[in-house]
């Protein structure tokens, strides 16, 4: 059976830690998976966090074997020396190798889906990578195509994938805009880019969660969804007219909304998934419902790939003390989608 794929993600941050916390456990998905790093940085934090892990880095072609107390590996090296907590510019070559191993797996058949422990935006900016913005503009890029969508969910958002699901709808929330400044949000809203998003929106609900009829509820961009063009008129003149021309096309959607009373129980009820404008109006909303219990994932993408909802975590590096919730939720969610895209091929 193809493997997950883990990135370890910026070496001196939490992942490390994380990956090997599930080894330690021997988390178990229903299907193989492997972290691909460097062997010896994984050999050292286990021995920082006093965890009993045997690191494996594996030769071509063999398949991982699943054991609690075990990690395997596709072993990429480090391109320096890595103290937990500090970051290198020498090491962000390395950070973005161990993506560019898992996305061709992925893209090659020879791994399932890949799950992403965070990376450190800045630092590979820093390191000359200057158009970069993060994982998901680098695999939309990567995989040659002209549009992704950025949604986080919490964990039971991601159940509710399944027929039958009777617990908590919990909150899905997707993004027009992901990683660029407050000043460029509005400019980059546009017709054609929101009518991309919804559609990829729309679709990926209905063949990777099972919603036969999303329904999406959209955030104005201004405060109060633009008080009929007095306080900002994107709702007016891009949104309202995006939203009914693809109501035409047979979306359901609700809005533009003020995105302050959106996020409210009663104008959430029944809706599927939410459309913010950017980063913070919706991202700060869902990382307050449930942070390190949800996970993010890119749609839109011919591959499958989910990651954690939080970042680096430097300040914890090598601590004991990160929470793993995360990591595991976006695994889950990563073997679910696996399976199920394979079940519909
Ligand atoms: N998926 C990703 O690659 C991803 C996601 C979010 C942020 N980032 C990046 O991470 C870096 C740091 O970002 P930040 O400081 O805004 O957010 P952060 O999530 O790293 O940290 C915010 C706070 O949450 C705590 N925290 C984070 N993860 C935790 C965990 N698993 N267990 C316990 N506490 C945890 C941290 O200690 C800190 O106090 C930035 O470069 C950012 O771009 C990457
Ligand atoms: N926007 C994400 C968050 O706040 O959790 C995070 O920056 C990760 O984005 P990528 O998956 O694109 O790296």
């Not at 890949?114 to 994982?135: D, N, R």
Request: charged share 20%; hydrophobic share 45%.
């Amino acid at each position: 059976m193809r493997p997950l794929v883990i990135t370890a993600g910026e070496p001196a941050g939490i992942g490390p830690d994380l990956i090997l916390g599930l080894a330690a456990n021997g988390a178990e998905v229903g299907r193989p998976w492997l972290a691909i790093g460097d062997p010896e940085l994984f050999r050292q934090r286990a021995a920082q966090l006093d965890l009993a892990v045997e690191v494996v880095a594996l030769a071509d072609g063999e398949a991982p074997q699943m054991a609690p107390g075990r990690l395997s590996l596709w072993p990429v090296a480090l391109r320096s020396p890595c103290q937990a907590g500090t970051l290198s510019l020498a090491n962000a070559g390395h950070v973005l190798e161990c993506l560019d191993v898992a996305i061709a797996a992925c893209r090659a058949g020879r791994a399932a889906a890949m799950v992403t422990a965070p990376l450190h935006k800045g630092v590979i900016i820093e390191a000359g990578w200057t158009q970069f913005t993060g994982h998901t503009e680098y695999l939309r890029d990567a995989c040659g195509i002209d549009e992704v969508v950025m949604m986080l969910a919490t964990d039971d958002a991601l159940h509710a994938r399944q027929p039958g699901w009777q617990g908590d709808p919990g909150l899905r929330v997707a993004l027009a805009t992901t990683h660029l400044p407050l000043r460029d949000v509005a400019d980059a809203i546009t017709p054609a880019s929101l009518g991309r998003v919804l559609r990829i929106l729309d679709h990926d609900l209905r063949c990777d969660f099972g919603i036969a009829r999303p329904r999406i509820a959209v955030c104005g961009l201004n405060p109060h969804a633009g008080e009929d063009g007095h306080l900002g008129r994107e709702e007016l003149e891009v949104i309202t007219p995006t939203l009914e021309a693809l109501r035409g096309e047979g979306l359901t959607l609700d809005g533009p909304l003020p995105a302050d009373t959106l996020f409210t129980p009663r104008h959430l009820a029944g809706v599927d998934a939410v459309l913010a404008m950017y980063h913070d109006q919706g991202l700060a909303v869902l990382k307050y419902a449930g942070f390190g219990r949800g996970a993010n994932l890119t749609l839109g993408l011919p591959i499958v790939r989910t990651s954690v909802d939080h970042g680096t975590a430097l300040d914890l590096a090598a601590s004991g003390r990160a929470d793993g919730g995360s990591l595991r939720v976006a695994l889950n969610l990563a073997a679910e989608m696996a399976a199920a895209r394979a079940a519909s091929a």
